[in-house]
């Protein structure tokens, strides 16, 4: 059996499951849970100086049925007394020595920094995390994303840490920033021991159709929130690729955050480059249970495919993530659907026809519609649709044998100079007449329908 | 083995007589309504024969716009509430929903179409108004779903509309003709109330058109007539021991129970001789009335049943026993029925024969006749130049149903011959836009 241990920056722990600073940290009592739970790691949620939090806090992006796809909260660090977290993570590290129970911090002065690392290390701290990310309150103040917004600042505020601290020290950034690169850059220049990423996405998730007020809604008003939760987690993954290909950062360890739920984001996170996990929006929605279903499916996954340790496969995606520019422009699939398990519900048709590249028709019997193969730019669209579980699959159709790209295009001076050039893989698509389109002309069932 | 006790009173038969399709819940609503995958060109609307546009009002109600909902399905049906509930869901939309292809559980199309129209009725959310006074006046003869439907479309359209009905309550099959557990009186009229308050059309209850005198004065009142008179009551068997004491129709059966419930009177041993949906309505009836033995006599096989395979199997799974290829020859009593003779059948290249000498005899104190309903021929004939056909329906044009005399429009079992509550509304809006294109000439 595979063995999830870590030594994260030279923070041990059992797995590579830690909970990220946030609200399921905020307590000795929650903490304790958790590694009683299976969870191997937890950032204590953020610690600094005295604070007030507002009434409500939280709102949440719904999908259909799903509850929280994407979740914003609004909450500020622990407005708990300091004292009562420091003594409550003396008594978590003293029961869990061999947990990583990192300290997450946010305060402003090189004195204060100073002040709080010592107490936080004093109460047997694993590591500091640096929250540089919280996109709401505090970075009014000059803190949170504010720091992660400015390289310089971000810098010299790692270096002031680094000075103090005797224990690891993660970088935590914030993804309010075009390039990602720029503040990781600047936390390994400061010699940060590792970093994690990504902290909240500025967001508004709704509006109150009544008030007005965004949500979540405080007395009338609301004010941008953090996002978080599944659907961050696409956007998490891309920049922590951007930092792992990093020259001058791949070195430095990383804590993967965002979205993740599922043993299979727990792999994709780690097939990126992250060396530890962190959650929050799950354990939010479902409580400390869901470990289990993420240890399982990663042992699962680490014994079908013979990995000892997550170091055996970190990182493994990061060759395969390239630029557009080395995309093999002859590769060619198609979208092929299963007759038998095909519902008829068409959504691939209309999908395809209205939004897509008019590459699937319907029979003038029955429902199960058919791919017209010269027009199937292979886009995926239909297959993304399609309700039934692979009944329409992406077929790879040229023979593998030819290989251009657009940057093989350019450096040899033949970029294509027509619209016809048989490179560009539009050649032989046809795209119905306009007129087509009004719903007396259209030859589909519904357009026969409107001519009764 | 009767698997219901006999009701005593109100709750007891509300018990026994549950609702098959309850109203959901919001959760519930919520849930389903998220499953719905917005077919292109959505089967399920195919398959309704009025033609509601299912896919959205079902995603209507997962935003939270459930009068929006309402709204869409009244467009198409009138009876919009009536039919989410009683329809043959299994055999319309919900046996069309493409999910069934995956073995995948059907939306429930009706629960959720309740969901939403049960909420403005229940809210009388104003949702219709009639259309500007056009100075014309349209009769209705028949306050069925037929009827019914006419005089609403007809009221948008600016109509006067006064109905003719014979009985006291108006939706016809609906509040008369359909077995207690599929819809409760309060709610069929419940929607006729929010729909006759808003639209404000006339019924004339306890009038029945049943002279050519009659006729001839509506004639002369009215622009237009509709005619939505449904069938008649229970056919007769022309069979001896017909009249004896305990042989009752099906129809009229059903009636007494949808208006008397628990004070109607059942017997121990029930034979009801029939193989359509009626009869698998009063031989469920007469089992949740506490009849020890309901016996389902049917003179051809199961297969050539007339009725759903789910209303036969609900009847089964009250307790019903079935008993197929018996022909009655005769009912036995004296005053009173003793029993049904029967003779076994079999069907020989499709030509049902009976087997000599196999006669039995089924003991019972009720047997209930659901053999068909009377055709409304009598009255077809008081009206002048109205064609109609060997099945004694009256001849329309299927896009107006307008009838072979201009002035007179037709719906439902009139010129069907009797089918579902959703056909005869689909029938009267059709009528109503025939009779506006026919007046505004």
Same mark, same amino acid.
Not at chain 1, 327 to 333: A, E, F, T, V
Not at chain 1, 416 to 434: C, L, Q, S
Not at chain 2, 106 to 130: E, H
């Given at each position: ?12 722990a ?30 204590w ?12 806090r939280?709102?949440?992006t719904?999908y259909?049925s ?15 007394? !300091?004292?009562?977290?420091l ?36 109460a ?100 941008n929130?953090?996002y ?66 993420? &240890?399982?499916?990663?042992? @699962? ?16 995606a ?8 080395? !995309?093999?422009l ?5 979208? @092929? ?6 519902i008829? %519900? ?22 199960i ?6 027009? %199937? ?8 649709v399609?309700?039934?579980?692979? %009944? ?50 259209r030859?589909?069932?519904s ?6 | ?34 499953? $719905? ?6 089967? %399920? ?47 319309? $939309? ?21 969901f ?20 014309? #006046? ?13 005089a ?15 009985k ?6 609906? =509040? ?9 009186? &309060?709610? =069929? ?11 404000g059309?006339n ?32 056919? @007769? ?15 009229e059966f ?32 007469s ?12 003179r ?32 036995? +009593? ?29 003991? $019972? ?16 004939? !008081? ?7 060997? #099945? ?24 069907? +011959? ?15 836009n ?8």
């Amino acid at each position: 059996m595979a063995d999830l241990s870590i030594n994260f920056a030279g923070i041990k722990a059992p797995n590579p499951f830690w909970l990220a600073s946030a609200p399921p940290t905020n307590s000795g009592y929650q903490i304790m849970k958790a590694y009683d739970a299976g969870w191997g790691g937890a950032v204590w949620k953020t610690l600094g100086m005295p604070t007030i939090n507002v009434s409500s806090r939280y709102g949440a992006t719904n999908y259909g049925s799903r509850r929280m796809a994407g979740f914003s909260n609004i909450e500020l660090i622990s407005d708990r007394p !300091l004292e009562d977290n420091l003594r409550e993570m003396r008594e978590v590290t003293k029961r869990f020595p061999n947990h990583a129970t990192i300290a997450s911090l946010m305060v402003d002065t090189q004195a204060e920094w100073n002040d709080i690392i010592k107490q936080v290390e004093d109460a047997g701290a694993k590591g500091i995390e640096l929250n540089f990310g919280c996109p709401h309150g505090m970075c009014e103040r000059g803190m949170g994303s504010a720091v992660g917004q400015d390289p310089v600042a971000l810098k010299a505020i790692v270096e002031w840490v680094m000075d103090a601290a005797n224990i690891p020290v993660i970088t935590k950034l914030s993804p309010n920033i075009s390039h990602i690169t720029d503040p990781g850059l600047a936390a390994v220049e400061a010699k940060t021991d590792a970093i994690s990423l990504i902290n909240t996405v500025k967001s508004i998730v709704g509006i109150d159709l009544d008030t007005y007020a965004p949500y979540p809604v405080v007395d009338g008003k609301g004010t941008n929130g953090g996002y978080c939760g599944p659907a961050v987690k696409p956007i998490a993954l891309h920049m922590l690729k951007d930092l792992a290909q990093h020259q001058l950062i791949k070195g430095t360890p990383i804590s993967g955050i965002g979205g993740i739920e599922t043993w299979r984001d727990v792999v994709e996170f780690i097939l990126l480059g992250a060396t530890s996990i962190q959650v929050c929006t799950a354990v939010m929605h479902y409580g400390f249970g869901i470990v289990r279903e993420m &240890e399982e499916g990663l042992h @699962k996954f680490m014994d079908d495919k013979g990995y000892k340790t997550i170091y055996d496969f970190t990182g493994k995606a990061l060759p395969n993530v390239t630029e557009w520019k080395h !995309l093999n422009l002859k590769s060619d699939m198609k979208a @092929k659907i299963n007759e038998d398990k095909c519902i008829g %519900c068409d959504v691939c048709y209309i999908a395809c026809d209205d939004a897509a590249h008019q590459a699937i028709k319907l029979p003038t019997e029955g429902r199960i519609p058919s791919i017209i193969e010269e027009n %199937c730019v292979g886009c995926n669209l239909c297959s993304l649709v399609c309700p039934v579980e692979n %009944c329409i699959t992406m077929e790879r159709v040229d023979d593998g044998s030819e290989h251009v790209t657009w940057d093989e295009l350019t450096l040899a001076d033949k970029i294509p100079d027509t619209w016809n050039d048989d490179r560009a893989g539009g050649k032989g698509h046809f795209v119905p007449e306009p007129m087509e389109a009004m719903a007396n002309k259209r030859k589909d069932r519904s357009g026969e329908r409107n001519k009764q | 083995m009767a698997e219901y006790k006999r009701p005593v009173n109100e709750q007891e038969f509300n018990e026994n007589f549950k609702q098959k399709k309850p109203l959901m819940n919001d959760t519930q609503a919520f849930y389903e309504s998220s499953r $719905c995958l917005f077919c292109y060109d959505a089967p %399920c609307m195919e398959a309704c024969p009025t033609g509601i546009d299912i896919p959205l009002f079902i995603k209507q109600i997962n935003t939270g716009n459930t009068e929006g909902a309402a709204k869409t399905i009244y467009d198409a049906n009138w009876m919009g509430n009536a039919c989410g509930t009683i329809c043959p869901t299994g055999v319309l $939309c919900e046996g069309a929903c493409v999910y069934n292809n995956q073995d995948v559980a059907p939306l429930l199309i009706g629960r959720l179409q309740n969901f939403a129209t049960k909420s403005v009725i229940d809210a009388n959310t104003k949702m219709f108004a009639a259309g500007e006074d056009n100075g014309k #006046k349209v009769a209705i003869i028949g306050a069925g779903p037929a009827g019914i439907s006419c005089a609403c479309e007809l009221r948008t359209l600016g109509y006067e509309v006064d109905i003719f009905e014979a009985k006291a309550n108006p939706s016809g099959l609906t =509040v008369h003709g359909i077995a207690p557990y599929k819809i409760s009186n &309060e709610e =069929v009229l419940a929607e006729m109330k929010f729909l006759q308050s808003q639209l404000g059309y006339n019924i004339k209850y306890n009038t029945s058109i049943t002279s050519k005198e009659q006729l001839q004065e509506i004639e002369s009142n009215y622009d237009a007539v509709f005619i939505g008179v449904g069938l008649g009551a229970t056919a @007769k068997l022309n069979m001896t021991g017909e009249n004896l004491e305990g042989v009752v129709g099906a129809v009229e059966f059903i009636e007494e129970l949808r208006m008397k419930h628990a004070d109607v009177s059942i017997a121990k041993n029930v034979v009801v001789i029939g193989g359509g949906n009626t009869a698998m309505d009063a031989a469920s009836g007469s089992a949740r009335l506490g009849a020890d033995a309901v016996t389902l006599a049917y003179r051809r096989s199961k297969e050539d049943m007339g009725a759903y395979d789910f209303e036969y199997n609900l009847a089964v799974g009250a307790g019903v026993n079935g008993l197929f290829n018996a022909s009655p020859l005769e009912i036995v +009593g004296n005053g009173k029925v003793e029993g049904v003779k029967f003779i076994k059948t079999e069907s020989i290249n499709g030509k049902l024969s009976t087997i000599e000498g196999s006669e039995f005899t089924v003991p $019972c104190e009720m047997v209930i006749k659901a053999t068909g309903q009377a055709k409304q021929g009598s009255f077809f004939e !008081l009206i002048d130049g109205l064609e109609i056909d060997n #099945k004694t329906r009256v001849k329309v044009n299927k896009n107006t149903n307008q009838t072979t005399n201009p002035k007179y429009f037709a719906g439902g079992d009139a010129i069907n +011959g009797g089918a579902e509550v959703v056909n005869g509304a689909y029938d009267g809006k059709l009528a109503a836009n025939g009779i506006h294109e026919w007046l505004m000439k």
